[in-house]
């Protein structure tokens, strides 16, 4: 059976660097932090009381007031997003037949904050809201999507951490290309969890001042929240509807460490099986690659570890090649955080210029390739970009992305 | 040319034992699962106590919640031995359904840092908090290395998890992969049943014969070991069954029981037939979702009834095993799996005309066994068919 070409129609943000993909890139590009001080909870206890909050987001402004009651703030973020994608694709609010549209979203914990607020009440003795419950399944992120915009395909989460988003967008490539679904509506969605930060600061992985991917004097992650949502469409789909093509998913690898819970593989096995998997599905050799997004952490492993794939696999090519990481501008927003990773490359390939690693001052012998540092790039002749993302437990997904054609 | 795809191992615990063939012996002598309360009011069908070390090594346990040694233990019992015939076992995939996951240890990880503080817990447990961690811990222990996914749908988690694996390797990006559920008992979802009005208090649950509206949580683990059939045929494996249909969708209601529309569950079991490129009379019998919420339960018979013209058979093995969510499901395709591989039935009911007769059958010459899956979170359906 012929499979079809899977492109984007339409993209939706909820971000510390703003909502709205627009603003979002442009502030990627201007090249300034958009971490702070964490005001969500009381975050003195911790290594740092700073993270990537967003603090522009008016849930009114997409949602209504039956869409917004007992809705978690994931749920929130996923839908506002959702709907932004809808609107760009020319969509309107709801699907109008929404039997052939797939919902697949990707998390690291799920609505954490109602769990949190559950366990504070029960510390003091007191009884939880029962409301709080049926919020627990971190299933409500995309079911809450579907219902409201009328989407009766497959809904699901996938929870794999902080690669989730993208294998989120894998799957809902697949079930496009296998001509289950016309369209799909995928992403990540994470909310600021207090659970990461006590988790975070107790692996010593928060850095106390800013992030800094790929220097060699960064000393840890910061935790964001936000969503990133992609409508994706079959290309018969979208040129039917005379939708505006933003970009083409080439493909998509995933790739398992097998190693340790918390630390990657020191030559990123699972890594480089997502990586190699990603360019044999989607057909693309590894010097067509013209930038590539990275998961950039911050952390002394990863952005190691990183590194080395990236050479295992494009070679020589890896040198010439950017590499960038927008959690120094946003932090590391979990589950979302290569959903809104992918939006940032399909607005590169729409705009050709790629956002910069900021917050880059030494460089490091063992992180020494071209990190777009500080100041974002043009690139005239972008055209295809390779997003890698991996999770606690070794779980990896490396997705491609093209200009379409 | 379609690739077809086999099942050529199960592995399962639950209320009705720690293997395949005490599960089984159980469903298949009709006993009805017993609910018991703990120390701390919560009553479900559990697991029975495991000493997890039999087949663990001490490694294995350290740091481990009870959520993923229970997955660990009965895939180590039953299907590594099967795994490592594999042309490449390392190659194996692994897709979990779940609705809560490690539940209990992200709520109590966060508890425990509220009362004792957060500097004072240990750093090593933070790695169960996060929703992927039993497949990622299992992935760690059999050297598993390519598909690494955790799947939550609510009811059809598991499902959907046999479906993606399904699609994994007809999609040509693997030759096997263990597909099914898990869920583990915890105090959130106890009350939050509870407080939603959707438990009984007895010790039974006895779908389509109680009075009483409502249901027994339990919990368990049921995995399939999926291939593609020119890859079991290749070594030689005994193939159980074939996975030969398919369907899943949402019903666009995201609230508790409270949509009475058939439309999502006609349309996954049709999509299932059509996938299977079989008619409804050629389905021997069916292992429904049902429960005891007679909403849902109603609702399926009602959704059967439209496909299913004239008569069918129906079973309900949540009697045997409690509603185990995300993990439901699974269990039931094991049981489905056992029932082909025995060429009997569980003991089931004639569905003629919407309505149920009340004695029991067990048939036999079994070919098709559709199982149904449904609540919070959609509708999925799939179609194993005789070896």
Known sequence: MQKHRVVITGLGVVSPAGTEPETFFSNLISGKDFTGPVTLFDPSPYTTNRGGQVRDFDPKKYLNDSEIKRRGRGSLFSLAASRMALAQAGIGDRIADGTRTAVVFGTTMGEAQVLEQTAIIAVRGEIPPSANYPMYPCHVLATNVATALNCTGPAMVIPTACAAGNYAIGYGYDLICNSRVDMALVGGSDPLSELAFTGFSRLRSLTSEVVRPFDKNRKGILIGEGAGVLLLESESSALRRGAEILAEVRGYGLGCDAFDMTTPHPHGEGAFIAATAALKNSGVAPEEIGYISAHGTGTKANDKTETYMLKRLLGEHAYFTPVSSIKSIIGHTMGAASALEAVACVMSLCKKIIPPTINYQEKDPECDLDYVPNIARQVPDLDIALSDAFAFGGNDCVLILSTYR | ?387
């Not at chain 2, 690739?3 to 009705?16: N, Y």
């Not at chain 2, 390519?146 to 994994?168: K, M, P, R």
């Not at chain 2, 591989?341 to 066994?369: A, P, V």
């Open chain 2, 1 to 387: 040319m379609s690739t077809d795809i086999v099942v050529t191992g199960v592995s399962t615990m639950s209320a009705c034992g720690t293997n395949s063939a005490e599960f089984w012996s159980k469903l298949s002598n009709d006993e009805l699962g017993i609910a018991q309360r703990n120390e701390s009011g919560l009553s479900g069908m559990r697991i029975p106590e495991i000493n997890y070390s039999k087949y663990l090594t001490q490694k294995g346990l350290q740091f481990v919640d009870r959520c993923t040694k229970n997955i660990m233990w009965s895939l180590a019992q039953e299907l590594e031995p099967e795994i490592r015939k594999l042309a490449q076992p390392h190659q194996c995939g692994l897709s979990l359904g779940t609705a809560f996951g490690s539940l209990n240890s992200t709520y109590g990880y966060f508890y425990d840092s509220r009362v004792k503080g957060p500097d004072k817990i240990n750093p090593m447990n933070f790695g169960n908090t996060v929703f992927n961690s039993p497949v990622s811990h299992c992935n760690i222990l059999f050297g598993l290395s390519s598909l690494s996914i955790t799947i939550c749908s609510g009811f059809t988690s598991a499902l959907n998890a046999i479906i993606y694996g399904v699609d994994y390797i007809k999609g040509g990006k693997g030759t096997a992969v263990l597909a099914g559920g898990s869920e583990e008992l915890s105090m959130q979802w106890f009350n939050g049943f509870r407080t939603s009005g959707l438990l009984i208090e007895d010790s039974h649950l006895a779908p389509y014969h109680s009075e009483n509206d409502g249901t027994i949580i339990g919990e368990g683990v049921g995995m399939l070991l999926l291939e593609s059939r020119q890859e079991a045929l290749a070594r030689g494996a005994h193939i159980l069954a074939q996975v030969v249909g398919a369907g899943s969708c949402f019903n666009g209601s995201n609230f508790l029981y409270t949509d009475n529309s058939t439309a999502g569950l006609v349309s996954t079991m049709q999509d299932a037939l059509k996938q299977a490129e079989i008619a409804p009379q050629e389905i021997s019998y069916i292992m429904t979702g049902a429960n005891g919420i007679q909403h849902g339960d109603q609702m399926e018979l009602q959704a059967i009834s439209e496909v299913f013209a004239n008569e069918v058979f129906v079973t309900a093995p949540k009697k045997h095993f409690g509603e185990c969510y995300g993990a439901s499901a699974a269990l039931s395709a094991v049981a489905a799996v056992l029932s082909l591989q025995n060429n009997t039935s569980l003991y089931s009911q004639r569905l003629h005309e919407g309505r149920l007769d009340c004695d029991l059958r067990m048939l036999k010459d079994i070919e098709y066994i559709m199982i149904n899956a449904y609540g919070y979170g959609g509708y999925a359906t799939i179609i194993l068919k005789k070896q």
